[in-house]
């Protein structure tokens, strides 16, 4: 069980906006970065989002995030079927030694 | 450009030893934070090991006291020693660049394509 809490499924029509959530502690999102991973299928995870909201240079602007508190939010616009992977969260922990922390991932469908 | 590279794993038996490395170019080793991170078959993201600011490390509490991060300077690459494997340490494992070790986010800016490890009898 993951201490970021995400759902483990969502999906969308082509065009939709979609939102996927990623829940922590005060230890960790609320008062670290969040960063956000696009994993297509049988490839290695890649940065999608940075420092709660920063985009990479590449990143389509389809792609934002956001942070409130204890929880964070990636929104991705102007649905692809090239969007459909799995999303993961991350963040540091200040109350575990060294510990950087994964969100449970959430597999978007593009339907 | 950055680029890591990944390379060492493959199929071992339960209780035997295995060393993963990576090779870095783009950048120096010492300079951004460094971190193990694998993927069980079908499932999620867990994080293994960084290097942290200067020679500290740390380990997840599934590792700890049987996975050894290192670096070799001279060669730009960072190592996993694994002893003591459990079939549950079956995965792929990637290594990832964080940003700069002087005060940067430790969170994976860029990922190697991952060596997968087996352990089975």
């Known amino acids: 069980q993951s201490v970021l809490t995400q759902p483990p499924s969502a999906s969308g029509t082509p065009g939709q906006r979609v939102t996927i959530s990623c829940s922590g502690k005060?230890?960790?999102?609320?008062?670290?970065?969040v960063f956000w991973y696009q994993q297509l299928p049988g490839t290695a995870p890649k940065l999608l989002i940075s420092?709660?909201?920063q985009r990479p240079s590449g990143v389509p602007d389809r792609f934002s995030g956001s942070k409130s508190g204890a929880s964070a939010s990636l929104a991705i616009s102007g649905l692809r079927s090239e969007d459909e992977a799995d999303y993961y969260c991350?963040?540091?922990?200040?109350?575990?030694?060294?510990?950087?922390?994964f969100g449970g991932g959430t597999k978007l469908t593009v339907l | 450009e950055v680029q890591l590279v990944e390379s060492g794993g493959g199929l071992i038996q339960p209780g035997e030893s295995l060393r993963l490395s990576c090779a870095a170019s783009?950048?120096?080793?010492?300079?951004?934070?460094m971190s193990w991170v694998r993927q069980a078959p079908g499932k999620g993201l867990e994080w293994v090991s960084i290097?942290?600011?200067?020679?500290?490390?740390y380990y997840a509490e599934s590792v700890q006291g049987r996975f050894t991060i290192s670096r070799d300077i001279s060669k730009n690459t960072v190592f996993l020693q694994m002893n003591s494997l459990r079939v549950e340490d079956t995965a792929m494992y990637y290594c990832?660049?964080?940003?700069?070790?002087?005060?940067?986010?430790?969170?994976?800016?860029?990922w190697g394509q991952g060596t997968l490890v087996t352990v089975s009898s």
């Open positions: 783009g950048f120096t080793v010492t300079s951004n934070y």
């Open positions: 991350a963040s540091w922990d200040d109350s575990l030694s060294g510990h950087v922390l």
């Open positions: 420092r709660n909201d």
């Open positions: 990832a660049r964080g940003g700069y070790s002087g005060g940067d986010s430790p969170l994976p800016l860029s």
């Open positions: 005060d230890s960790n999102i609320g008062s670290n970065y």
């Open positions: 290097f942290y600011r200067g020679e500290n490390t």
